[in-house]
């Protein structure tokens, strides 16, 4: 776990956080790194249970996350602008609660104390999630259970 100050981020805003701050928020479940789809009309978000090729389904680590925007250039980087309009994002990424003014759930490793519980609760999508390059399709893996 970092060494941050405690619950800083129920009092510290999102455009003051210190980067140590602003990594511990996210919480690692790699809901980010999935393929998704979006109703242009509605901005509804359908997330497919397929994940990019660089994500590391045990640990949960981009494979090459410095070159991660150039392997892929639709890679989500969130920044105080992303946030502006977060739609996009899973509901239970860090960044839009906060940016939504919303609180952390029980199982966020800094409510928690303890990084399991994004595996435990079931947030963590390594152990279901398919690689993309073992699928062709991705409209047959399209799920609901993930917002
Ligand atoms: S969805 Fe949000 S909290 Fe989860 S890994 Fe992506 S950026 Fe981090
Ligand atoms: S490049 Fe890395 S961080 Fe970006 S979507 Fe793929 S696995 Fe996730």
Redesign the pocket.
Known sequence: MPDCDNEFWKTVPLQAMNKTQWEALCDRC?K??LHRFEERKTRQIQFTNV?????DRESGD????PN?SR??PD??RVTLAVLEDPYWLPESCAYRLLAERKALPQWHPLVSGDPHTVVSSGNFVGGWAVCELETDNLEHHLIDWVR
């Open positions: 790699a980010c790194c994940c990019c090729r660089y994500l981009c494979r090459d996350y991660r392997n892929v890679c989500v």
